[in-house]
């Protein structure tokens, strides 16, 4: 028999190794900031992420974070505690790790853009487990229930009530440590906040987990049919199950008309307590105070997320290079949030990163 080369299969095949070849992170910092201990400290830094290999495909990954992982979790929380803001609107803060000592440090947790004290269990128990320390989950108006008493809601979050909820946490535990981890949106609430308190915030460090950036511009990038569908997913949560109270609202119905998260965000500004986009998005978009951060800030990104877009990330690399305290990590792949690693029983290569991160700084701080 004949060995018989075929050489565009060879080609094929070639591409389709190097596609799926485990990359190093690529890291942006600057070399010679506050951070660059930590990257020599982290060995997760200088190792592969070799992402599950039945969910090497972006779309496959993300639908396993989003669909299916989460329905195994198993955790139960200690409290979930209503608050009542200011101007009579409802958060709540979802705790995991009340009976630990008083002094062990807290981590303030942001969730998602739908975030529910379900779908963020895993993070929840993750860094609990690395960490050994307590989480406050931070749940936004509108979010998982709540009752929405006041019309105003934003996308991602309220500064006023995230400082509202820090002085609660920081009355219940005085003598505790605070640490914060935002994941997706709640990335924007976080940035937002520690850009408008620059030095004055509590908090010690910071890790953002797939951030989009800058808010006017990041959700034209979104994959089209996750826009969609997230744009569904939005009226169906917080605006029909509340429409009474809508009707305070002028040009409310508008909102239901929208087809895409871009026109979304363009639409509602309303609903967040602004009477112009322009006002609502220089008191929200996080990119307008991202360079008044002073705590050290790590920021996870994946090449091929398909709803916070890794080209949201081009325009601000070479400020951020030039920040003492913000490293950039970003890897191949891990999609959206997922990260998954192992064959079958699946961990995040994220959580565990951001375990270490938080634990890093604790020990430099102390």
């Known amino acids: 028999m004949k060995n018989i080369f075929h050489p565009m299969k060879y080609i094929s095949n070639s591409k389709l190794a190097v596609k799926f070849q485990p990359e190093l992170p690529k890291l942006y910092y600057k070399k010679d900031g506050i951070l660059n201990d930590t990257v020599t400290a982290l060995e997760q830094l200088r190792q592969q992420y070799n992402p599950t290999p039945w969910l090497r495909n972006h779309h496959m990954h993300l639908m396993f974070f989003d669909m299916i992982k989460k329905n195994f979790i198993n955790l139960e929380y200690d409290a979930i505690q209503q608050l009542t803001m200011a101007d009579g609107g409802i958060t709540a803060v979802a705790w995991f790790g009340l009976d630990l000592p008083e002094d062990r440090p807290t981590i303030i947790l942001l969730h998602t853009i739908t975030g529910t004290v379900d779908s963020m269990r895993e993070v929840v128990r993750d860094l609990n487990t690395y960490t050994g320390w307590r989480v406050a989950l931070c749940l936004r108006r509108g979010h998982d229930c709540l009752p929405l008493t006041v019309p105003k ?84 949560k917080f605006v029909l199950p509340h429409q009474e109270i809508w009707q305070q609202v002028p040009q409310w119905e508008e909102i239901l008309h929208v087809k895409t998260l871009a026109e979304f965000e363009k639409t509602y500004f309303k609903m967040a307590g602004f009477s112009e986009y322009e006002s609502y998005v220089k008191a929200s978009n996080p990119i307008y105070v991202f360079e008044n951060i002073k705590i050290p800030l790590m920021i996870l990104n994946a090449e091929d997320d398909p709803v916070c877009h890794i080209k949201n990330l081009e325009p601000y690399k070479q400020a951020i290079m030039k920040m003492p305290n913000i490293l950039v990590v970003t890897t191949r792949r891990g999609s959206h949030c997922g990260f998954y690693e192992g064959m079958f029983k699946t961990t995040s290569w994220a959580t565990r990163l951001m375990s270490k991160f938080l634990l890093s700084q604790e020990k430099a701080q102390n």
């Open 153 to 236: 809601i934003n996308l991602f979050g309220s500064t006023q009530d995230l400082k509202e909820q820090i002085i609660y946490i920081q009355d219940k535990f005085p003598n505790s440590d605070l640490y914060a981890v935002g994941s997706s949106a709640g990335t924007g609430l976080l940035i937002r906040y520690l850009g408008e308190e620059a030095e004055k915030t509590p908090i010690k460090a910071a890790f953002a987990l797939c951030p989009g950036y800058n808010t006017e511009l990041g959700f034209k990038n979104v994959h089209p049919v996750y826009s969609k569908i997230m744009t569904k997913k939005l009226i169906r």
